[in-house]
């Protein structure tokens, strides 16, 4: 069992940068493909960025790409979401899931662990 919990978000303005922690508990999570989601008000949750085991391999939505960029340390078991040039678009909760899968994970159902989630607001 993996339990997860999200913390870093709040309310920002457009531009601006923020960062995302999701801290592991109980098992480590670093055998597994970590990822990001999140869900706009009245929108289907969608894919942000993934990692693998090793850190070394990511990918990113391409909403995103070159403003956000996702990290981990599986010493301190845990993923992170830096956020940079925020725009209103961006607003949304930010899950933080975990993959069993031997590759990088892009869809919903391909993740097994889910935090709760925490709220990103970007003002314009």
């Known amino acids: 069992q993996v339990q997860l919990v999200e913390s870093g978000g709040g309310l920002v303005q457009a531009g601006d940068s923020l960062r995302l922690s999701c801290a592991g508990s109980?098992?480590?999570?670093?055998?597994?493909?970590m990822g990001w989601f999140r869900q706009a008000p009245g929108k289907e949750r969608k894919f942000v960025a993934t990692?693998?085991?090793?850190?070394?391999?990511?990918d990113t939505a391409d909403s995103v790409k070159g403003r956000f960029t996702i990290s981990r340390d599986n010493a301190k078991n845990t993923v992170d979401l830096q956020m940079n040039s925020l725009k209103p678009e961006d607003t949304a909760v930010y899950y933080c899931a975990a993959s069993m899968l031997r590759r990088l994970a892009t869809r919903e159902n391909e993740y097994i662990y889910w935090g709760q989630g925490t709220q990103v607001t970007v003002s314009s």
């Open positions: 990692i693998d085991w090793s850190g070394y391999s990511t």
């Open positions: 109980g098992r480590t999570f670093s055998p597994y493909v």
